[in-house]
């Protein structure tokens, strides 16, 4: 299994520029979470998937973040337009169907950062 | 979910037992533990959850006390492989969401 893919793994980018980063979920997972990670903050949750619906998306700043999933094998998180304090790495994880305590398995990340 | 806290940082020496502790004393009873560990630069990885008994799998074994206010996650033998921010977190049964924390920074150490 190839395991949760994420793209780019690096993006530099300027403020005020749209950014998009992808996120592939292992096949036959059907919960996809988005997740932030930075020195201040630590690892936060913005949004989590179930079927492709959005089950909770209170973590994420609404005026400048969406988050969607056409498909059940991608996954889109777009900011617009993007500023200095979005700089950070995002994670994609993804679980399996079944029992709540199934592990969530994490991509390698994004590294963006927003001048 | 409950609220967990564990010490900063620690040290181990190589092929020794590392013991990470979590205080988790407001933990209710349909509220598992689990433990994840971040190497550097990559993703966070799971490692092992239990609810009331301990639990052992080939990574490590999770020590859960008896009221549950506490656990201990034990690496019986530890490689610099395993320097990471260890993770332990308190989920219920009825949630998707994971709270991180800040967790353990363990250096193995040669």
Not at chain 1, 65 to 90: C, G, H, W
Not at chain 2, 49 to 55: D, F, M, T
Request: aromatic fraction near 10%; hydrophobic fraction near 30%.
């Amino acid at each position: 299994d190839a395991g949760v893919i994420q793209s780019p793994r690096h993006e530099v980018t300027e403020m005020g520029q749209e950014v998009t980063l992808r996120c592939k979920p292992i096949s036959g997972h059907d919960y996809l979470f988005w997740y932030r990670q930075t020195m201040m903050q630590g690892l936060e949750l913005l949004v989590y998937f179930n079927n492709k619906a959005v089950m909770d998306d209170s973590g994420m700043p609404k005026d400048r973040f969406s988050a969607k999933m056409p498909n059940a094998s991608f996954s889109t998180l777009k900011i617009q337009p993007s500023e200095p304090r979005d700089s950070a790495v995002y994670f994609c994880a993804s679980r399996r169907p079944g029992q709540f305590y199934n592990e969530q398995f994490f991509g390698p990340g994004t590294r963006l950062t927003v001048l | 979910d409950a609220k967990t806290t564990q010490p900063t940082s620690m040290d181990c020496a190589e092929g020794r037992a590392a013991n990470l502790p979590c205080n988790h004393s407001t933990i209710s009873g349909n509220e598992y533990v689990y433990w994840y560990r971040q190497i550097h630069s990559q993703g966070p990885q799971y490692i092992i959850h239990g609810l009331k008994n301990n639990e052992t799998n080939e990574m490590a074994s999770l020590i859960i006390t008896e009221d549950r206010k506490s656990s201990t996650l034990i690496l019986p033998h530890a490689t610099l492989r395993d320097t990471a921010v260890y993770y332990c977190i308190v989920r219920s049964n009825t949630g998707n969401q994971f709270y991180f924390g800040t967790g353990t920074s363990l250096t193995v150490i040669p």
